[in-house]
């Protein structure tokens, strides 16, 4: 018997809350009521975090961009929220010097005032005198937890000594800090384990499904079994993303709550790029008045992204003319460096959960968010649909809903998440020589102080629950990991399909590491200890090979 087979045993027939999502709304309220005492379900039909959470930029940053929307209650709100967890996710979160380069002095100054007033105009040209304003309230706004220091502005020939292949066009570049995620994926898991281990009567499962039965009550579909069980609930919180009213639908409910912006990226290995960042994201306005950024990334460079409306968020893939675009963008700040389709190692999308709106131009949609109520038919259980947010305020957002979700039940808040650390950020050391005394007290477990630091840099301070299986066989496709580390994984953190491993719970894949031989070797690791017979651990080969395809990856 596989470990599928058994993984509906401890689901009880009630909870007080059912949260339906695994992305970051979800995985962040999971762990907000589990800290308050909550017993919670969470449930999702596919991986945690694989839907438009694993698809973001990769930043943690405050929003400048919404400064000219006049949204200053998000900016504010963003600019806390990276600080926050630039201290309570040390392990992931990191800073990000940016550089933002502008073309003029007075550019932007009449758009950005018709902007601010939320008349339609097309920014394309931000100006030193613009960009300065801007950059001032956003070092007003990320005053409280400071982790960061303010802007600097910074003229060309200044910047020259700086970036030297930066476009000769900038008159002047704003410098200042934003902070980068380096795992996304894995916060979003480590916030569920945080959330089991507070509450171990909360429960959080992959490739679970849901629907409705007809009078009230709801049954859930074991995706890697085909078992169902039924369950009731207090609150259902509709945690689906862009599937919203699809989730909606299945409960009975009908609902137009959602619109949806779809949003690409390219995973690059290009050296000269590399180079000419210095470690360093460039944040620019391009000529079609979008926002476009690139920064280093595991080894390679990080480009995005786009923003277009889409109907269908299964549908959602970055086609040829977005890699195109993506690609061709780069030039406007670096002309001289090409990126070619054959550098481009993979590329990912995402659909935007943002609020349905009519006539408005994709960028201008705001990044807020809010909570919708519906009821479910023949029960009036309540259903509280989670719109919009992002990485960023995931935790703001999480609080907000969890006061209400308490409010409902009659229940106090315990404690506040504000400034409670996030799994392998838990402990973690804050300067380098701290890193390197923790990566030498682990090597004394794990026999090798390459593998200690590995570790350490790949899970924070949870490298130590893997270190201590003290196993030193490393893999043959890609000796920086070890058997034992992909089988503790497979083991203790919910890993249902091989793509969990190699795309999610590792950065084998993001890194741009993968090839046929880790993947084979990979499916042997997890068939041994996951119970998968021949024929399972073929068919994850093959559904991994099939998704390398279908983000642009040429696997040899």
Same mark, same amino acid.
Not at 108 to 130: E, H
Not at 160 to 172: G, Y
Not at 223 to 247: E, F
Not at 376 to 391: D, E, H
């Given at each position: 018997?596989?470990?599928?087979?058994?993984?509906?045993?401890?689901?009880?027939s009630?909870?007080?809350?059912?949260?339906?999502?695994?992305?970051?709304?979800?995985?962040?309220?999971?762990?907000?009521?589990?800290a308050?005492?909550?017993?919670?379900?969470?449930?999702?039909?596919?991986?945690?975090?694989?839907?438009?959470?694993?698809?973001?930029?990769?930043?943690?940053?405050?929003?400048?961009?919404?400064?000219?929307?006049?949204?200053? %209650?998000?900016?504010?709100?963003s600019?806390m929220?990276?600080?926050?967890?630039?201290?309570?996710?040390?392990?992931?979160?990191?800073?990000?010097?940016?550089?933002?380069?502008?073309?003029?002095?007075?550019?932007?100054?009449?758009p950005?005032?018709?902007?601010?007033?939320?008349?339609?105009?097309?920014?394309n040209? #931000?100006?030193?005198?613009?960009?300065?304003?801007?950059?001032?309230?956003?070092?007003?706004f990320? #005053?409280?937890?400071?982790?960061?220091?303010n802007?600097?502005?910074?003229?060309?020939r200044?910047?020259?000594?700086?970036?030297?292949?930066?476009?000769?066009?900038?008159?002047?570049?704003?410098?200042?800090?934003?902070?980068r995620?380096?795992h996304?994926?894995?916060?979003?898991?480590?916030l569920?384990?945080?959330?089991i281990?507070?509450?171990?009567?909360?429960?959080?499962?992959?490739?679970?499904?849901?629907?409705?039965?007809?009078?009230?009550?709801? *049954?859930?579909?074991d995706?890697?079994s085909? #078992?169902?069980?039924?369950?009731?609930?207090?609150?259902?919180i509709?945690?689906?993303?862009?599937?919203?009213d699809?989730?909606?639908?299945?409960?009975?409910?009908?609902?137009?709550?959602?619109?949806?912006?779809?949003g690409?990226h390219?995973?690059?290995?290009?050296?000269?790029?590399?180079e000419?960042?210095?470690?360093?994201?460039?944040?620019?306005?391009?000529?079609?008045g979008?926002?476009?950024?690139?920064?280093?990334?595991m080894?390679?460079v990080?480009?995005?992204?786009?923003?277009?409306?889409?109907q269908?968020?299964?549908?959602?893939?970055?086609?040829d003319?977005?890699r195109?675009?993506?690609?061709?963008?780069?030039?406007?700040?670096?002309?001289?460096?090409?990126i070619?389709?054959?550098?481009?190692?993979? *590329?990912?999308?995402?659909?935007?959960p943002?609020?349905?709106?009519?006539?408005?131009?994709?960028?201008?949609?705001? %990044?807020d968010?809010?909570?919708?109520?519906?009821?479910?038919?023949?029960?009036? *259980?309540?259903?509280?649909?989670?719109?919009?947010?992002?990485?960023?305020?995931?935790?703001?957002f999480?609080?907000?809903?969890?006061?209400?979700?308490?409010?409902?039940l009659? %229940?106090?808040?315990?404690?506040?998440?504000?400034?409670?650390?996030?799994?392998?950020? #838990?402990?973690?050391?804050?300067?380098?020589?701290?890193i390197?005394?923790?990566?030498?007290?682990?090597?004394k477990?794990?026999?090798?102080?390459?593998?200690?630091?590995?570790?350490?840099h790949?899970?924070?301070?949870?490298?130590?629950?893997?270190?201590?299986?003290?196993?030193q066989t490393?893999?043959? +496709?890609?000796?920086?990991?070890?058997?034992?580390?992909?089988?503790?994984?497979?083991?203790?953190?919910?890993?249902?399909?091989?793509?969990?491993?190699?795309?999610?719970?590792?950065?084998?894949?993001l890194s741009?590491?993968?090839?046929?031989?880790?993947v084979?070797?990979?499916?042997?690791?997890?068939?041994?200890?996951l119970?998968?017979?021949?024929?399972?651990?073929?068919?994850?080969?093959?559904?991994?090979?099939? *998704?390398?395809? +279908?983000r642009?990856?040429?696997?040899?």
């Amino acid at each position: 018997m596989t470990m599928d087979a058994s993984r509906l045993d401890t689901v009880r027939s009630h909870y007080p809350v059912l949260i339906i999502g695994g992305g970051i709304n979800g995985c962040g309220l999971f762990r907000d009521l589990a800290a308050q005492g909550i017993d919670c379900l969470l449930i999702d039909k596919n991986d945690f975090c694989s839907g438009a959470s694993a698809a973001p930029s990769r930043l943690i940053h405050g929003g400048i961009k919404y400064l000219e929307t006049g949204e200053f %209650r998000l900016v504010r709100q963003s600019a806390m929220e990276r600080n926050l967890l630039l201290k309570n996710a040390p392990h992931y979160v990191k800073p990000l010097e940016t550089v933002l380069p502008v073309y003029s002095w007075f550019g932007g100054i009449v758009p950005s005032i018709k902007r601010f007033f939320r008349l339609k105009a097309t920014l394309n040209d #931000r100006g030193a005198i613009i960009t300065e304003i801007g950059l001032r309230l956003y070092d007003l706004f990320g #005053r409280h937890f400071r982790t960061m220091p303010n802007h600097r502005m910074l003229l060309r020939r200044s910047m020259a000594s700086v970036m030297p292949e930066l476009t000769k066009r900038a008159v002047a570049s704003g410098i200042y800090y934003e902070g980068r995620i380096t795992h996304a994926e894995r916060l979003g898991l480590e916030l569920l384990l945080d959330g089991i281990q507070d509450n171990p009567e909360s429960r959080a499962l992959n490739y679970v499904s849901v629907s409705g039965n007809g009078s009230g009550g709801i *049954t859930l579909t074991d995706g890697l079994s085909s #078992r169902s069980v039924a369950v009731t609930a207090d609150i259902v919180i509709n945690a689906g993303g862009a599937w919203i009213d699809a989730v909606n639908d299945k409960l009975g409910i009908v609902s137009q709550h959602m619109g949806g912006n779809k949003g690409s990226h390219l995973i690059v290995r290009n050296q000269r790029l590399h180079e000419a960042l210095g470690g360093r994201m460039v944040y620019f306005g391009s000529a079609d008045g979008r926002v476009n950024l690139l920064y280093p990334f595991m080894g390679n460079v990080l480009v995005g992204s786009t923003d277009i409306p889409v109907q269908d968020p299964d549908l959602a893939v970055c086609d040829d003319a977005e890699r195109q675009y993506l690609s061709h963008v780069t030039r406007e700040v670096f002309p001289d460096i090409e990126i070619r389709q054959d550098e481009i190692v993979m *590329t990912y999308c995402g659909v935007r959960p943002l609020p349905r709106t009519e006539g408005v131009d994709p960028g201008a949609v705001s %990044r807020d968010h809010s909570i919708v109520r519906d009821v479910i038919p023949g029960a009036n *259980t309540p259903v509280l649909s989670l719109i919009g947010g992002k990485w960023t305020t995931y935790r703001g957002f999480s609080e907000e809903a969890a006061d209400l979700v308490l409010r409902l039940l009659g %229940r106090a808040r315990l404690r506040s998440t504000q400034e409670l650390p996030i799994g392998g950020g #838990r402990g973690f050391p804050m300067n380098d020589a701290g890193i390197t005394r923790f990566a030498d007290d682990l090597s004394k477990v794990t026999g090798s102080l390459q593998t200690a630091t590995d570790l350490l840099h790949r899970y924070g301070t949870r490298a130590t629950l893997i270190g201590a299986e003290n196993n030193q066989t490393r893999l043959v +496709s890609i000796p920086a990991y070890g058997r034992f580390e992909l089988a503790w994984i497979c083991r203790n953190e919910c890993v249902g399909r091989l793509t969990d491993l190699l795309f999610r719970r590792t950065d084998i894949a993001l890194s741009g590491r993968l090839s046929a031989a880790v993947v084979a070797e990979a499916a042997e690791i997890a068939a041994d200890t996951l119970g998968w017979d021949a024929e399972r651990r073929q068919n994850e080969i093959d559904a991994t090979l099939q *998704t390398c395809h +279908s983000r642009g990856m040429t696997i040899s």
